[in-house]
């Protein structure tokens, strides 16, 4: 008869634990002129109509996730950018005059698929 306090205690505190347990903060996007990234790059603007922001030179990033195009649109409702496709000569360029890529306590795969 004294285990069945114990029980109901164990059941009452899973279905709490849900609810009590903390969400997952969602990434958020930042959107920037590459200047304002990186001194010494070409000037870009960004400018925001609505729920879509449009920029020259940018730096979109979103968690880890990182663009940097000469020009690009970002939809802040559905999540899509769409950059043109110099955006590797830009990244290109941008590596090479500041010597390379580092990254501290960081793991990423860039790959491109060669048709």
Do not use: C
């Given at each position: 008869m004294r285990?069945?306090?114990?029980?109901?205690?164990?059941?009452?505190?899973f279905?709490?634990?849900?609810?009590?347990?903390?969400?997952q903060e969602?990434p958020?996007?930042?959107?920037q002129a590459?200047?304002?990234?990186?001194p010494?790059?070409?000037?870009?603007?960004v400018?925001?109509?609505?729920?879509?922001?449009?920029?020259?030179?940018v730096?979109?990033?979103?968690g880890?996730?990182?663009l940097?195009?000469?020009?690009?649109?970002l939809?802040?409702?559905s999540?899509?950018v769409?950059?043109?496709?110099?955006?590797l000569?830009?990244?290109r360029?941008?590596?090479?005059?500041?010597?390379?890529?580092w990254?501290f306590?960081?793991s990423y795969?860039?790959s491109r698929r060669?048709?």
């Amino acid at each position: 008869m004294r285990r069945l306090p114990a029980i109901s205690a164990l059941i009452f505190l899973f279905a709490l634990f849900p609810f009590v347990a903390p969400a997952q903060e969602q990434p958020s996007w930042v959107v920037q002129a590459l200047n304002q990234i990186i001194p010494g790059a070409p000037p870009g603007s960004v400018d925001v109509v609505g729920d879509t922001a449009y920029g020259t030179n940018v730096f979109v990033q979103y968690g880890n996730a990182t663009l940097i195009s000469d020009s690009a649109r970002l939809d802040y409702q559905s999540g899509e950018v769409v950059a043109d496709g110099r955006y590797l000569d830009a990244t290109r360029s941008v590596l090479r005059e500041r010597g390379g890529l580092w990254f501290f306590d960081e793991s990423y795969v860039i790959s491109r698929r060669r048709a």
